[in-house]
């Protein structure tokens, strides 16, 4: 795919969504979870968070995607999580997995080890999650050990890049690596996306809420082109916001307000390069 086409297809996404206000519904962390659904709103999408499996299921089918972050986790998710995760396969819905923390307790290890054969549509994570999922399935590049440090990544981008393909390469769908400069993969194509703020690692949920705008924009793209539209308007909104900021509190105000302001046009146009595998 050439850039042209890549920008084209990020700006439709941007305008679909802000014309029609799709509902992606989440099943996420209670960190994070209001500045989850606020960002799903900045960008004109609607937000509905569940924790019980047939609300979950209610859900996934009335939406056209569905957001799923194992932060933290509750007991109830070990019916949730499996049943929906089913129905999404099998009714071909798109998904957005967070593996957070990946490593971390019996339940979560458990869970993230049964999506594999659900295959999330896109698989969003800092650098140590997408290594950590990736070893954790069997699949090249991935590390045996879990080096997350709670929540947070002790890797570089580039060093997750074969774990990322080789997630794609399995799900078939998009894998996207956060960190200073993000990584996009559909396993034969690898974007990396430029901009965002330092800021965004001195609040909770900047990844967090990008899954939720994803899942957001895979409403009505592909799972490669949502996670790209996802990361370009993350990282626009950052660069912008850090401008009119001196601290973590007030950055997270304006983070806000420019992922609302942003235009098709403008998330389009933020800077990135498209390599080969
Ligand atoms: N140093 C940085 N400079 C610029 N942008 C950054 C930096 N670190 C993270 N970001 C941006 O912040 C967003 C979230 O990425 P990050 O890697 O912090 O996610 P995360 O660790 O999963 O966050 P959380 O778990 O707190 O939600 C992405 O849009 C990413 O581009
Ligand atoms: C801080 C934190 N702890 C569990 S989930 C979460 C939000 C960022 O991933
Ligand atoms: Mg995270």
Request: charged share 15%.
């Amino acid at each position: 795919m050439i850039k042209e086409e890549i920008q084209k297809q990020i700006f439709q996404a941007v305008e679909m969504v802000k014309q029609t206000n799709p509902m992606a519904g989440s099943i996420t962390n209670t960190v994070t979870i209001n500045f989850v659904a606020n960002a799903q709103l900045a960008v004109g999408g609607s937000a509905a968070m569940v924790y019980l499996p047939d609300e979950a299921e209610f859900l996934a089918k009335a939406g056209k995607a569905t957001y799923i972050n194992v932060g933290t986790l509750l007991p109830i998710y070990e019916q949730t999580l499996p049943h929906i995760a089913k129905v999404l396969h099998q009714e071909g819905k798109p998904w957005v997995l967070d593996s957070v923390a990946v490593g971390i307790g019996y339940l979560r290890t458990k869970l993230l080890q049964q999506f594999k054969d659900y295959k999330p549509t896109i698989i969003r994570g800092n650098a140590s999650e997408i290594l950590a999922l990736a070893g954790l399935w069997g699949l090249d590049g991935g590390t045996e050990v879990s080096n997350v440090r709670g929540v947070d990544s002790r890797d570089t981008v580039t060093a997750a890049k074969a774990a990322a393909v080789a997630l794609a390469k399995w799900t078939g769908g998009a894998v996207a690596v956060s960190g200073e400069t993000d990584l996009i993969t559909d396993g034969s194509l690898i974007v990396y996306s430029y901009g965002g703020s330092h800021f965004m690692q001195k609040i909770t949920g900047a990844g967090c809420s990008l899954g939720g705008v994803m899942a957001v924009y895979a409403t009505t793209a592909s799972p490669f082109i949502a996670a790209i539209t996802g990361t370009a308007a993350y990282n626009l909104a950052g660069a912008r916001a850090e401008k009119k900021v001196n601290g973590p509190g007030s950055f997270q105000v304006h983070f806000l307000d420019q992922l609302y302001e942003a235009s098709a046009d403008d998330i389009a146009k933020n800077p990135f390069e498209i390599k080969e595998v």
